[in-house]
T-cell receptor, first 118, second 112 residues
Framework: DAGVTQSPTHLIKTRGQQVTLRCSPKSGHDTVSWYQQALGQGPQFIFQYYEEEERQRGNFPDRFSGHQFPNYSSELNVNALLLGDSALYLC?????????????????FGPGTRLTVL | DAKTTQPPSMDCAEGRAANLPCNHSTISGNEYVYWYRQIHSQGPQYIIHGLKNNETNEMASLIITEDRKSSTLILPHATLRDTAVYYCIVRATQGGSEKLVFGKGTKLTVNP
């Protein structure tokens, strides 16, 4: 059973450029959430996709956008990169719902993409 | 903002139990307590979650106080590979998929 996968592992960009990060959810999962983790901090929620629509969004500017495909995989796009966008970008997948009366909505994380902006 | 308070760091001897506390005094009735851990530069790993009853799985045990205002994650026999940052998160889960709000967590160091 494949877990959450992300690509690329590492990426180096310069200020002003654009970047696209990719995520494939855990088998059977249909919801993808993206998080940004700056050095020394806990992950911060960017947004979540379900049924190819953005369902929730954190406090991030419009430079951050995403997409979900019919196979549930997802992309995170960041335009006009700033030095402060340097971080570990994490993708988490989940399957909302109940099984036997107990929530099964646990988010499972991928290994992350380390983005460095120079 | 995170709804939990955790000590910034803890130490534990290898082979001994590690008890990681978490305060969540403002927890609501529909909020679960989740624990994740993050080994350096890797993605967070799900450990366990619970609502009001104590929970146990192959990784750890979760003890939630009767008033639900605090909890303790127990790693029964800590190993060097358990060295990580441990995050306690309270989160509503009702068939939807609420975001996770991470605090700074507890840096657990397991010593030989």
């Amino acid at each position: 059973d494949a877990g959450v996968t992300q690509s690329p592992t590492h990426l180096i960009k310069t200020r002003g450029q654009q970047v696209t990060l990719r995520c494939s959810p855990k088998s059977g999962h249909d919801t993808v959430s993206w998080y940004q983790q700056a050095l020394g901090q806990g992950p911060q929620f960017i947004f979540q996709y379900y049924e190819e629509e953005e369902r929730q969004r954190g406090n991030f500017p419009d430079r951050f956008s995403g997409h979900q495909f019919p196979n549930y995989s997802s992309e995170l796009n960041v335009n006009a990169l700033l030095l402060g966008d340097s971080a570990l970008y994490l993708c988490a997948s989940s399957l909302p719902g109940l099984a036997g009366g107990r929530s099964t909505d646990t988010q499972y994380f991928g290994p992350g993409t380390r983005l460095t902006v120079l | 903002d995170a709804k939990t308070t955790q000590p910034p760091s803890m130490d534990c001897a290898e082979g001994r139990a590690a008890n990681l506390p978490c305060n969540h005094s403002t927890i609501s009735g529909n909020e679960y307590v989740y624990w994740y851990r993050q080994i350096h530069s890797q993605g967070p790993q799900y450990i366990i979650h619970g609502l009001k009853n104590n929970e146990t799985n192959e990784m750890a045990s979760l003890i939630i106080t009767e008033d639900r205002k605090s909890s303790t994650l127990i790693l029964p026999h800590a190993t060097l590979r358990d060295t990580a940052v441990y995050y306690c998160i309270v989160r509503a889960t009702q068939g939807g998929s609420e975001k996770l709000v991470f605090g700074k967590g507890t840096k657990l160091t397991v010593n030989p």
